[in-house]
Every structure is written in C-alpha cells, then in structure tokens.
Nanobody
Framework: QVQLVESGGGLVQPGGSLRLSCVASGFIFNIYTMDWYRQAPGKQRELVAAIGSDFTTNYADSVKGRFTISRVNAKKTVYLQMNSLKPEDTAVYYC?????????WGQGTQVTVSS
C-alpha cells in the first residue's frame, strides 16, 4: 500500500531554514505529481507546493521565492527546502500523492518558527 513518511521538521528561529523530506513507497513514484500541504492551528489545510512527473513546479503565493520543492525519483523522495522562514509558516506539513480520489497522505511533520 501507499506509504509516505515525512521528516525534517522542528523548531527554527525566524529567518532560518529547514528541509523537509518525504520518502514514498508502494507505488510507481515517478509518474505521480507530489504535493506539500500545511495546516496551521485553527486553519484549513492549504497547498504549499507541487511538483509534477515532468518536474514542473507550482507554489502558493505566500511561499514563492522562499520555498523550493524538488524530487529525486531514484530515491522515491520529494523535498521542500524552506528558507527565510516566518512565524506564519508554523504548521504541520504533509506530503501528498496526487493519486486517484483524494490521493494519499503522510502523517505530517511539525514546523515551528519562533524566537
């Protein structure tokens, strides 16, 4: 079955950087679009970044120029490099496979940006 395992979250000061990783298994990774979502307390889950099977990328306006999504198909891994982090980036970040129906989700990794 599909499994997505995120890692790399943590506590970071404003202006700092983190790199999230999502290791996938149970499906043919290279043919799927992969997404990173986030959900802050009391807010709806929102799409942060996406990368297609052809490596095209899309970003939420709030993270453009600060976050970079990438993938290494040989490692079945998608990354989210987050730079110039702001307190409003604090959220649980989820990896998502854009498959049939609602796709599949990882368990999430907490990112907290605070001084």
């Amino acid at each position: 079955q599909v499994q997505l395992v995120e890692s790399g979250g943590g506590l970071v000061q404003p202006g700092g950087s983190l790199r999230l990783s999502c290791v996938a298994s149970g499906f043919i990774f290279n043919i799927y679009t992969m997404d990173w979502y986030r959900q802050a307390p009391g807010k709806q889950r929102e799409l942060v970044a996406a990368i297609g099977s052809d490596f095209t990328t899309n970003y939420a306006d709030s993270v453009k120029g600060r976050f970079t999504i990438s993938r290494v198909n040989a490692k079945k891994t998608v990354y989210l490099q987050m730079n110039s982090l702001k307190p409003e980036d604090t959220a649980v970040y989820y990896c998502h496979q854009r498959g049939t129906g609602t796709g599949s989700w990882g368990q999430g990794t907490q990112v907290t940006v605070s001084s």
